[in-house]
């Protein structure tokens, strides 16, 4: 009888806890005393081409940081006087960061925080000119936010200290010839930022050949990402200027 025991005992251990050959976790719950932050990603890009890139509203105007340093906000239109500005990244710590600027118009409002990489970018109403979000070193273009839009469209997420937890996302495509892929990626070292050819994983990829659509990615449980790293969704087209779309939902943890 004992025997009988422990066998079923140990079959039980086995199910409930599976077998992962992999790196990446995968968790059927949401612990909401640990969770920091849930959030959702949403990017339209019309100009994706045959190498892949990240999926952008801006196009090819998108630059990540390459060195830590403060950035400047600013409005193409000296209207734009009461609206706040909040820009979310990495600090020069790798931790989470994020500041709110009051718009004053053209004149260059900087940041005290030292970022490291920028993450988003969104204004809490609309504005009358493009909003720039830049270096400030020689005013380089890092963002921006479109006339009317309250977002600055970039397909991805930096954890920083947290775990990220992704719950589901979602492609679509409004060409009609040629294949679009988007890429799922995850890369261990957030660093991979700026250097995105190598050192990924595709968490999973929705591909569209010559027809319009839309399709959400199949996962199941939540996928686990470690601390430290950056998530993002990257397309490539089979013709020049390819169209679509993608949302990412996930949320951050402690745990």
Known sequence: MRKVIIGVLLISFIMVSGAFAGTIDSAGYRDKVSEVKGWTIYASDDDIDASAELITELDDTYTQLAAEEAIEVL???????????????????????????????????????????????????????????????????????????????MAQHFNGEYKSYVTGWSARCTSTTGTVLFE?????????????????????????????GSDSGIMGNPIKLPAGGWLCVYGTGGTTDCDGSVTVQGFDTRL
């Not at 500005?85 to 009051?102: H, L, M, P, R």
């Not at 660093?191 to 027809?211: E, H, K, S």
């Open 75 to 153: 409005s193409s239109s000296g209207s734009d006087t009461t609206q706040t500005v909040t820009v979310t990244g990495i600090d020069n710590a790798g931790k989470k960061c994020s500041e709110t600027f009051t718009l004053a118009g053209v004149t260059v409002q900087t940041s005290t925080t030292t970022f490291r990489y920028v993450d988003q970018a969104s204004v809490d109403i609309e504005c009358v000119g493009v909003i720039t979000i830049r270096k400030k070193t020689l005013d380089t273009l890092i963002t921006s936010i479109p006339i009317g839009q309250l977002d600055a469209q």
């Open 184 to 212: 799922l990626r995850w890369y261990p070292d957030d660093a991979d930022c700026l250097d995105a050819d190598t050192g990924y994983r595709v968490l999973d990829a929705i591909q569209f050949t010559n027809v319009h």
